[in-house]
């Protein structure tokens, strides 16, 4: 194990079905942001649903391992397992809309996961918040714990979830495309924040994303998930300056700049595609960091 996250060969299919990960293998280590990048459809929600525990009822974990701060999960009983990743282990969802609950007060949100899962008490756990709305810049943190999520703005939201990630001191943070539903003036806010958060707490944060802007300025490594599998591990100055597998490049010389604004479309070979998994085999080796 190589890190206070390490995914060895997770397999994830649908039940009698279709895999949708294949031999996933990783490394999120403590104090650092890796990030896990691909295109839409390729499973990379789905690993850290596999992480969290929170795997649609129709998808089932096949083989390997999720060792997480040295235990693998998958070898404990599901409610020692469920303790152990709400102990260690949050979340930041992708639509703050959709993840805040529209008839709940935000106080109670903020606070449910501290007084419901650790056992802390109502009191101490509201104090917890007010500090953490402080710290991720929201004003008047009393009234904001009287609002309902359809007051405050999509940016606030997003603040709002990212307090409540880092509420119980998680050593594990998983970031779920956290941006997505952002303009790009609040998206440059967030990953300040998000990146401030992380270092001022020390946490392992795997951030999950399709942009590879963001991997650049948020990432020290980074994971390419491609048709299930990961193809590529590297530190981000390796991989924007070489990146290995031919799956890696052509996202790359896809990504929009000033020069080439739309990007350039690069088809990957199909021998490519037909071998993806003895290419990953080859690559996993010479790309690690």
Known sequence: MNGYLS???LTVRVKGGAVILR????DVRAGQVHGLVGESGAGKS???KAVLGTLPRALEVVSGQINLDGTDLQNLPPTDRRKRIGALAALIPQDPLTALNPSKRIGPQITRRLVDILGWTRAAAETRALELLE????PDGPRIMRSYPHELSGGMRQRIL???AFAAEPKLIIADEPTTALDVTVQKQILRLINDMQARHDTALLFVTHDLGVVSKVCDTLSVLYAGKVVENANMHRFF??????????LLAATPTYTDPTGSLTPVPQ???DGVEREVAEHDVRAAP
């Open 162 to 164: 990212i307090a409540s």
């Open 46 to 48: 789905m690993i850290g």
């Open 7 to 9: 995914i060895r060969n």
């Open 23 to 26: 031999d996933v293998s990783l």
């Open 135 to 138: 710290e991720v810049h929201i």
């Open 271 to 273: 021998d490519v595609i």
């Open 241 to 250: 300056m070489r990146p290995i597998h031919p799956y890696s490049a052509a």
